[in-house]
């Protein structure tokens, strides 16, 4: 069964809310690592896997532009030697987070050197973890899928460009996992759809300017989906105060783009048209706005949705 994790990114000070995320039929949480927003994501980590039976839980994604390699190995290692398989970490640039604290993106190059250094130090302390890499351009699939056990894939919800990059995952390495990071919200509410995106639709923007052409942005959109991104702050990310210019055109294609909203049955086709590029995991956006107090139906709607691969298995093995 595909695994589904939820991305506890909720307020310091608010535990994660376990028992909701298990009665929803997630199988476990993501600790999110933003100093100035969340507690520690390692110590929340521990916490977590010491205090529930929950079947995995982990940092998602641990910021290598905050923190040194070394610092990384030696908590993930500590962590892996108690929990061994339950724990599942995810490493990236940390865009959002570098951001927060007014800091400069790694360069790709300075981001994978310090992916390797982790991945070397963990080769003896692993203890069955899974190590992922969150990536959204073409060349970072590439890079982190020959580089860990498979790729947490951020580039949103539109199937062919998850197609696209679930195959280039695949082609780097045939036996990376392919998880997807989802913002999703099951509702038939309007106004609960468009308060969905506010949190988060200029960091999505961002990642369209950077790569217009791989997300397939029409030329006549670029300058004002620029304008959406740069409306972001991320002083303020995650939340429905960080600005997103929605109501425009661009803030529509972005939102489409990235988000899956609508109600179950929406939610459902969409999800079942991504599972269909044949993914092993899922990780749902704690940040999406109202998606804590709509957590059962849209965990339902996605459960529904992954139907679609263990369908299309079941069809193989025939």
């Given at each position: 069964?595909?695994?589904?994790?939820?991305?506890?990114?909720?307020?310091?000070?608010?535990?994660?809310?376990?028992?909701?995320?298990?009665?929803?039929?997630?199988?476990?949480?993501?600790?999110?690592?933003?100093?100035?927003?969340?507690?520690?994501?390692?110590?929340?980590?521990?916490?977590?896997?010491?205090?529930?039976?929950?079947?995995m839980a982990g940092p998602c994604v641990l910021a290598l532009g905050l923190r040194h390699p070394a610092t990384v190995v030696g908590g993930l290692g500590t962590l892996?030697?108690?929990?061994?398989?339950?724990?599942?970490?995810?490493?990236?640039?940390?865009?959002?987070?570098?951001?927060?604290?007014?800091?400069?993106?790694?360069?790709?190059?300075?981001?994978?050197?310090?992916?390797?250094?982790?991945?070397?130090?963990?080769?003896?302390?692993r203890h069955g973890m899974t190590l992922l890499g969150s990536a959204s351009g073409p060349r970072t699939l590439t890079e982190t899928a020959s580089r860990v056990d498979?790729?947490?894939?951020?580039?949103?919800?539109?199937?062919?460009?998850?197609?696209?990059?679930?195959?280039?995952?695949?082609?780097?390495?045939?036996?990376?996992?392919?998880?997807?990071?989802?913002?999703?919200?099951?509702?038939?509410?309007?106004?609960?759809?468009?308060?969905?995106?506010?949190?988060?639709?200029?960091?999505?923007?961002?990642?369209?300017?950077?790569?217009?052409?791989?997300?397939?942005?029409?030329?006549?959109?670029?300058?004002?989906?620029?304008?959406?991104?740069?409306?972001?702050?991320?002083?303020?990310?995650?939340?429905?105060?960080?600005?997103?210019?929605?109501?425009?055109?661009?803030?529509?294609?972005?939102?489409?783009?990235?988000?899956?909203?609508?109600?179950?049955?929406?939610?459902?086709?969409?999800?079942?048209?991504?599972?269909?590029?044949?993914?092993?995991?899922?990780?749902?956006?704690?940040?999406?706005?109202?998606?804590?107090?709509?957590?059962?139906?849209?965990?339902?709607?996605?459960?529904?949705?992954?139907?679609?691969?263990?369908?299309?298995?079941?069809?193989?093995?025939?």
């Open positions: 069964m595909t695994r589904l994790l939820v991305n506890a990114a909720w307020p310091r000070g608010t535990a994660p809310d376990l028992a909701v995320i298990r009665a929803a039929g997630g199988d476990g949480v993501g600790l999110p690592d933003s100093p100035r927003l969340f507690d520690d994501p390692l110590l929340a980590t521990d916490r977590v896997l010491a205090e529930t039976d929950v079947a892996a030697e108690r929990h061994g398989p339950r724990l599942v970490a995810v490493l990236a640039r940390g865009e959002s987070a570098v951001r927060n604290e007014a800091l400069p993106v790694p360069s790709l190059r300075g981001y994978l050197a310090a992916l390797d250094t982790v991945v070397a130090g963990l080769a003896e302390r498979g790729v947490l894939i951020d580039v949103g919800t539109a199937p062919d460009v998850v197609a696209t990059a679930v195959a280039r995952v695949r082609e780097a390495n045939p036996a990376a996992q392919a998880w997807l990071f989802l913002r999703v919200l099951a509702s038939d509410d309007s106004a609960e759809r468009e308060a969905a995106v506010a949190p988060l639709l200029g960091s999505c923007a961002a990642r369209l300017v950077a790569a217009p052409d791989w997300y397939q942005v029409p030329g006549r959109l670029r300058a004002e989906v620029a304008e959406v991104a740069a409306a972001h702050d991320y002083l303020k990310h995650g939340t429905a105060a960080a600005g997103s210019g929605s109501g425009s055109r661009a803030a529509e294609f972005v939102a489409d783009r990235f988000f899956a909203l609508g109600d179950v049955t929406a939610v459902r086709a969409r999800i079942g048209a991504l599972a269909a590029s044949g993914i092993d995991g899922v990780v749902l956006s704690g940040a999406v706005g109202g998606v804590v107090e709509r957590l059962g139906a849209t965990v339902g709607a996605v459960r529904a949705g992954l139907a679609v691969l263990a369908g299309l298995k079941g069809k193989q093995q025939v």
